[in-house]
C-alpha cells in the first residue's frame, strides 16, 4: 500500500509538471498571433503605398505635361495677330493652367498620404520588433523551464518505475482505473472514515484495513484505502 501512495504522489507531480508545462503554449500564441496580425497589417500598408507611388508617378507626369501645353501657349499668344485665335489659345491657356492647379493640389494631397502611410509603416515596424522581442525572451525563458521541468519529469518517471516494479500487475490497473475518475485514487482511512468521501466505511471493513489487508476499496466511492498510520510514516520519509 506505501508503494501505491509514494506512485500517487509521483503521479500528482508529474501531473503538476505537465499541466505547467501545457501553460507556456497560449502565452506563446497570444504574441504569434499579433505578429501575424501585424505582418498582415505592413503586407496592406506596403500594396497602398505602391498604388499610391504608382498613382504619384502619373500625376507628376501630367503635372509636368500640363507645364509643357501652358509654356506653349504663352508662346503662341506672343506671336499671335489674329483675335479669334488669340482667344482660342487664351482660352487652352486658361482652362491648362486651372486643371495644372488643380493637379498640383493633387498631388500635394496624395504626397501626404503617402507620408503618412509610411509613418504607419514605421510604426507599424517598431510593433513588430517588440513582438519579436518579447517572443524570443518569451520563448528562452519557457524553455528554460521546460528543460528543468522535462528534468523533473524523467527523475519522476524513474521513481515511478521503481515504484511500479513492485507492485501487482493487478494493483497497478485498478489504481490506474480508479484515477482516471478521482487524482487521489489512494486515500486515507482516519478513524472509520474514508478521507476521499467522507463516509464511515463499515466497522468490519475498517478491522480488516486496520490488520493490513491489501487492497481494499472504500465500499461507497471505490478509492483504494490505506489506514491514517501508514499515510503518515510515508509523508514523513
Ligand atoms: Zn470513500
Not at 506505501?2 to 505547467?20: C, E, K, N, P, S
Not at 487524482?183 to 472514515?193: C, D, L, M
Not at 480488516?208 to 510515508?234: F, H
Amino acid at each position: 500500500m506505501q508503494l501505491l501512495w509514494d506512485l500517487q504522489a509521483i503521479d500528482a507531480g508529474l501531473d503538476g509538471i505537465r499541466d505547467t508545462q501545457e501553460s507556456f503554449a497560449p502565452k506563446l500564441d497570444n504574441i504569434k498571433e499579433d505578429i501575424v496580425l501585424l505582418s498582415g497589417a505592413e503586407a496592406e500598408y506596403k500594396s497602398e503605398l505602391a498604388t499610391k507611388e504608382v498613382e504619384r508617378r502619373d500625376l507628376r507626369d501630367k503635372v509636368e505635361q500640363l507645364k509643357g501645353l501652358i509654356a506653349q501657349s504663352k508662346e503662341k499668344i506672343a506671336q499671335i495677330a489674329n483675335n479669334k485665335e488669340y482667344f482660342a489659345v487664351l482660352k487652352e491657356l486658361e482652362h491648362n493652367q486651372k486643371q495644372l492647379e488643380r493637379q498640383e493640389l493633387e498631388l500635394a494631397g496624395l504626397v501626404e498620404e503617402i507620408d503618412s502611410i509610411k509613418e504607419q509603416i514605421a510604426e507599424n515596424d517598431k510593433d513588430m520588433a517588440a513582438k519579436n522581442e518579447e517572443m524570443a525572451i518569451e520563448e528562452k525563458a519557457i524553455s528554460t523551464k521546460v528543460a528543468t521541468l522535462e528534468r523533473k519529469i524523467k527523475s519522476g518517471e524513474r521513481g515511478r518505475q521503481t515504484k511500479t516494479k513492485g507492485l501487482e500487475q493487478a494493483f497497478m490497473r485498478r489504481y490506474l482505473r480508479i484515477r482516471k475518475r478521482y487524482k487521489n485514487a489512494v486515500v486515507a482511512v482516519e478513524n472509520g472514515t474514508c478521507l476521499g468521501c467522507n463516509v464511515n466505511v463499515p466497522p468490519q471493513v475498517y478491522i480488516d484495513l486496520l490488520k493490513g489487508q491489501e487492497m481494499m476499496s472504500c465500499p461507497n466511492c471505490q478509492r483504494i484505502m490505506v489506514n491514517r498510520a501508514e499515510a503518515e510514516v510515508e509523508k514523513k520519509k
